[in-house]
């Protein structure tokens, strides 16, 4: 009898406890690991496939999307209508939120929409409660809020957890790996970089899992769980922020504790109490500057700048970017720019396509009339 791809990833799994890790079987556990990841990604699709009812899809608006998520009852909903002009439902017991509610909170010229996420629960990553269609919609937003309160701070691991085993990656970066696939040739290894972690042959018994024939390039010192990553399909990678609520609840060296430990994890905390409206405002700055939101004050030819209402962009965008931002013409007839401010090497200097902005730049773009 043909077993489930649970039944599979259960015996797999059962497999790698029972397999004493050492250099023997390090290539044996690396292709167990990737064959798990490979079943589920399967899983994953087939349920998707074949999945019915109502979702949490919302549509996307304003500079920037973020979600609030926790185990229920941790006060989302209350630190989105504190935040926001939203109606989320306050109550004291759990389940409140049965949908994502969005609201917009404006800070430093940005509109920055939240996202109050039902609450989720152990097991959330394999369907449980209503996780299936939450983790779907954590995968829309540019940063995730995790909001535990300072009793219960061990759920920002569960929760953790719970994102990983559904492909989601918080606060990391996709592994730089470069996969050719080809026609025929097998697969070969390059790598860029001393590797510590890994050999060439354990990479090739990995990508064997997914590949037949591919050019692998490793461009830095990763682990075999990165590796495995690059291959799959469904993986993201999101900013997150932890959020301690009901700080008025809890006895101050427990907080002290609560917050040191975290960080010690490399964890950003923030703590609050969203019900007393307390340090909010830290919040709302943590917000802004994880999003990577920077401000540019357009000057009109000839004219003062509008201090008033910026362009929002993000850490890294060039003039290139806040052309396409303004219209599409505005960079197909694009002839220079001026540039006043911190990116500027000196006040009115006369830049190009490819400069990059920074927060606070105070910005002319000249076109060709």
Not at 31 to 57: Q, T, V, W
Request: glycine residues 6%; aromatic residues 4%.
């Amino acid at each position: 009898m043909d077993l489930s791809i649970e039944q599979q990833i259960k015996a797999i799994e059962d497999e790698i406890f029972k397999t004493q890790k050492n250099k023997a079987t390090e290539h044996h556990i690396g292709k167990l690991k990737a064959k798990i990841a490979r079943l589920r990604e399967e899983a994953e699709k087939r349920k998707s496939a074949g999945a019915k009812g109502k979702g949490f899809s919302v549509k996307k608006s304003g500079d920037a999307t973020v979600g609030i998520a926790g185990f229920p009852s941790v006060g989302k909903s209350t630190l989105l209508n504190q935040l926001t002009a939203a109606d989320s439902k306050v109550g004291e017991y759990d389940f409140t939120t049965l949908e994502t509610i969005p609201g917009m909170m404006k800070y430093k010229g940005a509109e920055i929409q939240l996202l109050d996420l039902p609450g989720l629960i152990v097991g959330a990553s394999k369907g449980k409660g209503r996780g299936r269609q939450v983790i779907s919609a954590v995968r829309s937003v540019d940063l995730l809020l995790l909001m535990v309160d300072a009793i219960n701070a061990h759920q920002v691991d569960l929760i953790e957890q719970e994102l990983h085993m559904a492909g989601l990656r918080l606060n990391q970066k996709k592994p730089d790996v470069v996969i050719s696939k080809k026609g025929y040739g097998g697969i070969t290894v390059n790598t860029t970089v001393p590797l510590t972690h890994l050999t060439k042959q354990l990479i090739k018994s990995i990508a064997s899992e997914f590949v037949i024939n591919a050019d692998i390039t490793v461009r830095e010192d990763i682990t075999e769980d990165q590796l495995i990553d690059s291959f799959s399909q469904n993986r993201m990678y999101v900013p997150a922020l932890v959020v301690i609520n009901k700080t008025d609840l809890a006895p101050p060296e427990l907080l002290k504790n609560t917050i040191a430990k975290l960080r010690a994890k490399k964890w950003s905390v923030v703590a609050i109490s969203a019900r007393d409206n307390t340090n909010l405002d830290e919040l709302r700055e943590q917000l802004f500057a994880h999003l990577k939101l920077i401000r540019i004050y357009l000057k009109p030819v000839g004219k003062k700048p509008d201090y008033r209402q910026p362009m929002i962009l993000r850490e890294g965008q060039t003039i290139a970017d806040a052309c396409r931002h303004i219209h599409r013409d505005m960079y197909r007839n694009f002839r220079y720019a001026t540039v006043w401010g911190p990116s500027a090497k000196h006040a009115g200097q006369k830049v190009g396509l490819d400069h990059v902005l920074k927060d606070q730049d105070v910005l002319t773009i000249v076109v060709v009339k």
